[in-house]
């Protein structure tokens, strides 16, 4: 099995958006960066590392890894190998997670889906080109990078993604097509441009979004988009299951009024 482990799918670098803004903070934006470089690794980072993947001088980083870890945003490792991230950015996940409206309004829903369908339910969130979780209701069957909160997928080959494209216009959905970075993650991932938007098309039709095998061997997937009150998608539920247990067509007629009936008890606030 391949796991989607990378989290910026369409995300700027730091140093890359302020654009001339005399109001942009570059000593917050070099905090962010070296922060965001352990978004692609499965290990510490030694200060060398760290400061390749900000893009930035060694003395540069040295000194903000000494001041984030100083704060507790940034901690050796156990085994004394290289830095990882401190405990004190939990804190802002939290933050993010109780101060979000949506994921407030969204959390008895998902709890009373999970109780109904008996599979993974998650909550995502669109940022840029992908999808970034924001709850995630496990079920019997789930492998660790299956559990984490913050973890994301590509817009253009998920169900919640296509739930998502399914609510905007052709030509939004032509941009996303064009500025992702459509790779392969399984031997199955959907990247030809005309079955991307052949895909949107069927979501638009049905009222919910399928995915078999896109982005972990052996998934299935079903997501319904998540609306502001003007009808903008802001991100999807979706149920997740194995192809072990089911085919696409029984699951389909099992979940979809459900995962549609879900994400319509939130659309109507």
Not at 42 to 47: A, D, E, H, N, V
Not at 87 to 95: A, E, G, K
Not at 182 to 205: C, F, G, L, N, S
């Amino acid at each position: 099995m391949r796991y989607v482990q990378r989290a910026e799918y369409g995300v700027p670098p730091a140093t890359s958006v302020d654009d001339g803004d005399p109001l942009f903070v570059q000593a917050i934006a070099r905090a962010m960066q070296v922060l965001s470089a352990f978004h692609d690794t499965g290990k510490p980072l030694t200060l060398n590392e760290i400061a390749a993947q900000s893009g930035m001088g060694r003395s540069a980083a040295q000194r903000v890894v000494h001041t984030l870890r100083q704060l507790g945003y940034i901690e050796r490792d156990a085994d004394d190998r290289g830095y990882v991230p401190g405990i004190r950015v939990l804190d802002h996940t939290r933050d993010y997670l109780r101060l979000n409206p949506l994921v407030v309004r969204a959390s008895p829903v998902l709890m009373e889906l999970r109780r109904n369908v008996r599979e993974r339910v998650d909550l995502s969130l669109r940022d840029g080109l992908r999808l970034v979780y924001a709850a995630r209701l496990q079920s019997k069957r789930e492998t660790f990078f299956a559990t984490l909160v913050g973890q994301s997928v590509p817009i253009y080959c998920t169900s919640g993604g296509r739930a998502v494209m399914a609510h905007l216009s052709d030509a939004e959905v032509d941009e996303i097509i064009a500025r992702s970075d459509r790779r392969e993650i399984t031997p199955k991932t959907i990247t030809d441009p005309e079955e991307i938007r052949a895909k949107v098309r069927e979501a638009r039709e049905n009222g919910y979004a399928l995915a078999l095998e896109e982005i972990l061997q052996g998934e299935i997937a079903i997501a319904a988009a998540l609306l502001a009150p003007d009808g903008t998608p802001l991100g999807a539920i979706h149920i997740a299951g194995s192809l072990s247990e089911w085919d696409a067509e029984t699951y389909c007629r099992r979940f979809a009024p459900l995962v549609a009936e879900a994400a319509g008890a939130l659309n109507r606030f």
